[in-house]
Structures are given as structure tokens and as C-alpha cells.
């Protein structure tokens, strides 16, 4: 599976969109871009995923590049229970499905 | 329709003695993983079943980790000994045969004294 690079920590003021950044310069054809969050202490939540064209739904947007090296996780009006670890993740979707978490970038939501 | 549940969500033992984690997936979910995070760690994948058999294990950490899955439900992880650097969190997490997304539970919180 690709490595990400994500910055280790951002802070975002409440109801601004937070954009966090992931690298994947690696990234093979066939691998998607997944992104999950850990609020606190719980369990990794899924936000979305996509492989080409940019994907929104209910808890996010997610804009990759053309050249599938980066992409973005927009949360279009932060609150502060948005305050999580976010984790940006390719991986292909065949086989196991193994899922490699990286460090991932702490999100600071301010009010 | 119910998450992945794990059981117990807290557990304290004495280092030598024996814990039993269990993970019942989402109904339907025939695939099952095991990842763990230990104290100051990244979240580690442990394991995979397709409904009972072990698809991957490589990354159990040693033979004191023994995880089940009997009749392809709930799965069981067992840590015999235990040792102080198992203490962290242990997360179980499935995923529908047709589907792409892995969904995890909340975790159980292991520490060894």
C-alpha cells in the first residue's frame, strides 16, 4: 500500500472550512483514497473514499488532484466536536482490504 | 441495524494472567479484522478472517495472541500471558462481502499492571 504524509497537527476556527492535506505521490492506478477519523478515545470513523473524481457527502468533500497525488478532506463548517485525528489512507479495494493507518493529522477545531 | 460491539470496553489485569476480547460484527459482515494501538503508537492491523479462517495474520505480534472465530460470527482474541506492553486499545472492524468500507467498533481498552 502507498505511504500518505499528512501535517501532524491543524487548528481551524469553528464554522470555517477545515482543509487538511494528504500526500500520496506513490499511489498505484488501482488504490483509492480513504479517510477516517478518531474522536477522543472512540473508534476510527469513515468519512469518505474516492479514486478519481472528487466525492461529497453528508460529512465532507474530498477534491483529489488530477495527478492522484494529493488530495484534500474539506469540512465545509467545522464545529468543535469535529476535533479528531484524521486519517488519510489509499489502499486498493481488492483482496483484504488491509487498511494501513498512518500517524494522521490532529485537527484542532477553536471556538 | 447494530455496529461493531466489543466486549469489554475496559479491562484491567495482572501481567501473566489471561484476557479474552470479543468482537461481534456488524450481522451479515464476513469479514472481520483486528487492529490495536499501543501507548504512543500508530493503530497496527493484526488480523483478518473471511467468515472462520484466518486470510491474514501477519501482523500478530507473537504466539501469546490467539484470535478465533468459530462458525464465522463474533470472533475472540486472547492474550496468554499477558505482558505490561499489550496495554493499549484493541479495535475490531468489518466489512460486507460486497463492500469497500470497514467499519470498527469502539474498541477495548486493555492494561496490564
Known amino acids: 500500500d502507498a505511504k500518505t504524509t499528512q501535517p501532524p497537527s491543524m487548528d481551524c476556527a469553528e464554522g470555517r472550512a477545515a482543509n487538511l492535506p494528504c500526500n500520496h505521490s506513490?499511489?498505484?492506478?488501482?488504490?483509492?483514497v480513504y479517510w477516517y477519523r478518531q474522536i477522543h478515545s472512540q473508534g476510527p470513523q469513515y468519512i469518505i473514499h474516492g479514486l478519481k473524481n472528487n466525492e461529497t457527502n453528508e460529512m465532507a468533500s474530498l477534491i483529489i488532484t488530477e495527478d492522484r497525488k494529493s488530495s484534500t478532506l474539506i469540512l465545509p463548517h467545522a464545529t468543535l466536536r469535529d476535533t479528531a485525528v484524521y486519517y488519510c489512507i489509499v489502499r486498493v479495494n481488492t483482496g483484504g482490504f488491509k487498511t494501513i493507518f498512518g500517524a494522521g493529522t490532529r485537527l484542532f477545531v477553536k471556538a | 441495524e447494530a455496529g461493531v460491539t466489543q466486549f469489554p470496553s475496559h479491562s484491567v489485569i495482572e501481567k501473566g494472567q489471561t484476557v479474552t476480547l470479543r468482537c461481534d460484527p456488524i450481522s451479515g459482515h464476513d469479514n472481520l479484522y483486528w487492529y490495536r494501538r499501543v501507548m504512543g503508537k500508530e493503530i497496527k492491523f493484526l488480523l483478518h478472517f473471511v467468515k472462520e479462517s484466518k486470510q491474514d495474520e501477519s501482523g500478530m505480534p507473537n504466539n501469546r495472541f490467539l484470535a478465533e472465530r468459530t462458525g464465522g460470527t463474533y470472533s475472540t482474541l486472547k492474550v496468554q500471558p499477558a505482558e505490561l506492553e499489550d496495554s493499549g486499545v484493541y479495535f475490531c472492524?468489518?466489512?460486507?462481502?460486497?463492500?469497500?468500507?470497514?467499519?470498527f467498533g469502539e474498541g477495548s481498552w486493555l492494561t496490564v499492571v
Open positions: 472492524a468489518s466489512r460486507g462481502t460486497l463492500g469497500n468500507t470497514i467499519y
Open positions: 506513490t499511489i498505484s492506478g488501482n488504490e483509492y
